[in-house]
């Protein structure tokens, strides 16, 4: 593992919780990689690609265990079920699918939106799927039945969504810069949050869910309180659009990607930049920690997923 293109500010030792360097490359997708995550087990990730195709691929052995293909647009968001047995997929060609990991097989197909999709996601039972599209509506499936029901109509387009770890809300993210939290029992309106100036690409809940973090094209990430609708951080340092930002498992760190081809990892006390992750040769699409906060896996334009482990 090499540490050449990873760099660490000046924080002393005591201060860096854990310290990443790049762990694996995977490639096969033929053109930019947009989504990439980790199995609950922690053995397989999943990736997205504007080749129209869905990848598997085994941690340990660093090598592709499945193609999936069937989508007729680029694939925007890929998710594991809990229990690993599944993946969730949305697409520009407005549909959302639902494939078996072990033969790669499509279980099924939603259809409805009647734009691209910019997110799927499921709720915590998994008996139901929601989805924001750009046709501004954001929309319950039954994973059983296959039906839907429109559960808001956003006044403008959607360009991010996140669930609640209870499933009952979702941060929308609208063209005009705005982040909203939807009640989805009520399908209302109940926070707003403004203050990005450029397009919002990412917002997530904190781990104990009394704040939440965005990242925008205007080159800033934020953290804001659910509460009072407040701005009570803002992190400034990458030099071209932030793509994603998550909270690490902790809730300590935030992890963010840009087009400027770096990962930051900051610490949110002290709103310093902890480390940098600089392997990838073109801009960054999406980053996000393992379930037990020890590994990292990206997502670029230069067509690969890179596994990033704690050298420490």
Request: hydrophobic letters at 35%.
């Amino acid at each position: 593992m090499s540490l050449t293109k990873s760099s660490r500010n000046t924080l002393s030792k005591a201060e860096i919780i854990k310290y990443f360097g790049i762990a694996r490359v995977f490639e096969g997708h033929l053109k930019a990689v947009l989504n990439a995550k980790f199995s609950s087990d922690n053995r397989m990730i999943v990736s997205c690609s504007s080749d129209e195709t869905i990848r598997l691929w085994d941690i340990a052995l660093g090598t592709e265990i499945q193609v999936l293909t069937g989508h007729s647009g680029l694939v925007t968001e890929v998710n594991f079920s809990s229990d690993c047995k599944k993946i969730l997929s949305c697409s520009f060609d407005k549909t959302i699918r639902l494939w078996e990991v072990v033969s790669g097989r499509e279980i099924k197909k939603f259809e409805g939106h009647s734009m691209y999709i910019v997110g799927a996601q499921f709720l915590p039972d998994e008996t139901l799927i929601v989805s924001c599209s750009g046709d501004r509506t954001i929309r319950i499936w039954n994973v059983e039945s296959g039906r839907d029901s429109i559960k808001c109509n956003p006044i403008l387009h959607c360009n991010a969504m996140q669930l609640s770890s209870d499933g009952n809300s979702i941060l929308f993210c609208s063209a005009d810069n705005r982040i909203q939290l939807i009640d989805l029992i009520h399908g209302t309106r109940t926070t707003e949050w403004k203050g990005h100036s450029g397009r919002i690409t990412k917002v997530q809940f904190s781990p104990d869910c009394r704040t939440i973090v965005s990242c925008s094209f205007d080159k800033t990430i934020r953290i804001w309180d659910v509460s009072s609708g407040k701005e009570l951080k803002r992190f400034v340092g990458h030099s071209d659009k932030v793509t994603s930002v998550q909270f690490s498992p902790d809730g300590a760190t935030i992890l963010s990607t840009s087009w400027d081809n770096t990962i930051r990892i900051w610490d949110i006390k002290s709103g310093k930049e902890i480390q940098r992750l600089e392997d990838h040769s073109d801009k960054i699409t999406s980053a996000q920690f393992s379930l037990d906060g020890y590994s990292i896996v990206s997502s670029s334009w230069d067509k690969t997923v890179r596994l990033w482990g704690d050298l420490r």
